[in-house]
Nanobody, 123 residues
Framework: QVQLVESGGGLVQAGGSLRLSCLAS????????MAWFRQAPGKGREFVAA????????YYADSVKGRSTISRDNAKNTVWLQMNSLKPEDTAVYFC????????????????WGQGTQVTVSS
C-alpha cells in the first residue's frame, strides 16, 4: 500500500512559479511510475506529467511542456513538479499518483492518489 501526500500549492500571479511536492510512504517507491494530474473546476481530471520509476524518462502534456519539469528522488520517496510561467488556465487541484509499473503510458492505470493541492493563478 502506498500513501501519497502533496504539498506546495498556493496562490501565485500569472508568470510566477510553484514547486509541488509529493511524499510517498512505502518501500516500493522506486518501482512506481509517478505522475501529476490536475482537475479544474467543472472539468475532468487531466494528465500533466509523469516520470518512469528509475531511469529518468519523463512525459508531459502539451499544455505544460516547456514550462514544467517533473523530477523524483527515490531515496527520499519524493516526486516534484516545478511549474514556471504559470497561466490562469493552470488553476486546478493538482494530484500526485502512483502506478506499480516502471513506465508511464496513455493506458497506465494509477492505483494510488494523493488528496490534492490547490494551485490558483491570478491574472
Amino acid at each position: 500500500q502506498v500513501q501519497l501526500v502533496e504539498s506546495g500549492g498556493g496562490l501565485v500571479q500569472a508568470g510566477g512559479s510553484l514547486r509541488l511536492s509529493c511524499l510517498a510512504s512505502g518501500r516500493m517507491f522506486s518501482r512506481y511510475a509517478m505522475a501529476w494530474f490536475r482537475q479544474a473546476p467543472g472539468k475532468g481530471r487531466e494528465f500533466v506529467a509523469a516520470s518512469s520509476a528509475s531511469d529518468g524518462f519523463t512525459y508531459y502534456a502539451d499544455s505544460v511542456k516547456g514550462r514544467s519539469t517533473i523530477s523524483r528522488d527515490n531515496a527520499k520517496n519524493t516526486v516534484w513538479l516545478q511549474m514556471n510561467s504559470l497561466k490562469p488556465e493552470d488553476t486546478a487541484v493538482y494530484f500526485c499518483a502512483g502506478a506499480p509499473r516502471p513506465y508511464h503510458s496513455q493506458s497506465t492505470i494509477y492505483n494510488y492518489w494523493g488528496q490534492g493541492t490547490q494551485v490558483t493563478v491570478s491574472s
